[in-house]
């Protein structure tokens, strides 16, 4: 993304744009940031690459509600990365390894062998190739700036950790766990006449003694009977309300009678359980100590956000460029 031009630049090509003739296109103003403009087709591209990203990701209601969100938060998010980026060349931070790096990973993971198959590819998807280094080096030298400003300047306390984990223990209980194995009947290809039958013959050759994953290989619909009737292991609250209450009540090599459950009959066998558990300290050192960080990040990055607001000169000329 394009961030801006000189304001004298600016000022200059605004002389030429006053003697334009009607009718011709002149690229609007939106906002000035210091010494740089974010433009309305700045504005237009930020949120189609928002909108592209959100669609490739989410769905539905999900995708609306986020969309929703964010479409609102598009200018300002561009102000706050233009002055990042802006404090960055200011003190001359430099990337050029990064940029370097990034580049080789990315070749690495797309079996891309040289710098002119990569240009190839970005441009098959519309892409320029000194376009997108340039958007990549930019996002690493914000990247620098906050761990220069912010990151490199919190410090984790060993008691601040501990104190949290003897504060919220209902954060590191591991709730129960079943493994199950069940052999399944969809009540959208079978009638329930054939259902029954079907739950008889099993039942006899269970109490016969024949082994339950063998006849769940041979009985069950898919998907249960490619992989044996093996459903894998869930946490207490993820299984389907009736199946959970039932596979509850037992010990591990006792079955459940038949269920009926999301759309066909099920006889679960429950193969093994775990207890409900506190995790130690050692387990969730590590998964505190991120939380903490991000808990302290979080307010430092905003207290320094506001501070770079304060010292720079921001002038919005167009607060809903996009009439949301």
Do not use: C
């Amino acid at each position: 993304m394009k961030l801006g031009r000189r304001l004298a630049a600016f000022l200059l090509l605004l002389a030429g744009f006053l003697g334009m003739e009607a009718g011709e296109v002149i690229e609007e103003i939106v906002a000035i940031v210091n010494d740089d403009i974010i433009t309305l087709s700045q504005v237009k591209q930020y949120h189609d690459s928002l909108y592209q990203m959100l669609r490739s990701q989410l769905q539905g209601e999900e995708f609306e509600k986020q969309y929703d969100r964010l479409k609102g938060e598009i200018l300002d998010n561009m102000i706050t990365e233009l002055l990042l980026l802006q404090l960055a060349r200011q003190k001359q931070l430099n990337v050029s390894e990064q940029v370097k790096d990034a580049v080789e990973r990315i070749k690495k993971e797309n079996e891309i062998e040289s710098d002119e198959q990569l240009r190839y590819e970005l441009s098959r998807q519309g892409i320029d190739y000194e376009q997108w280094l340039k958007q990549l080096e930019e996002n690493f030298l914000r990247q620098a700036l906050i761990f220069t400003e912010v990151d490199r300047s919190l410090v984790l306390d060993d008691s601040e950790i501990v104190n949290y984990y003897k504060g919220h223990p209902e954060e590191f209980i591991e709730p129960e766990q079943y493994t199950i194995r069940a052999i399944y009947f969809s009540s959208e290809h079978r009638d329930r006449e054939e259902i029954q039958s079907l739950r008889r013959e099993v039942e006899a050759k269970l109490r016969a003694g024949e082994d339950f994953s063998q006849l769940a290989g041979e009985y069950a619909d898919s998907p249960l009977r490619e992989n044996k009737g093996d459903l894998g292991t869930f946490k207490k609250g993820e299984l389907d309300r009736t199946i959970q209450d039932a596979v509850a009540k037992l010990k591990p090599g006792e079955l459940t009678p038949w269920l009926e459950a999301r759309g066909g009959w099920y006889l679960v066998k429950l193969e093994e359980k775990k207890d409900s558990r506190l995790r130690s300290f050692e387990e969730v050192k590590q998964e505190i100590e991120e939380k903490i960080f991000a808990q302290k990040r979080s307010v430092k990055l905003r207290e320094f956000l506001k501070q770079i607001r304060e010292k720079s000169y921001i002038k919005i000329l167009k607060p809903n460029p996009l009439n949301f």
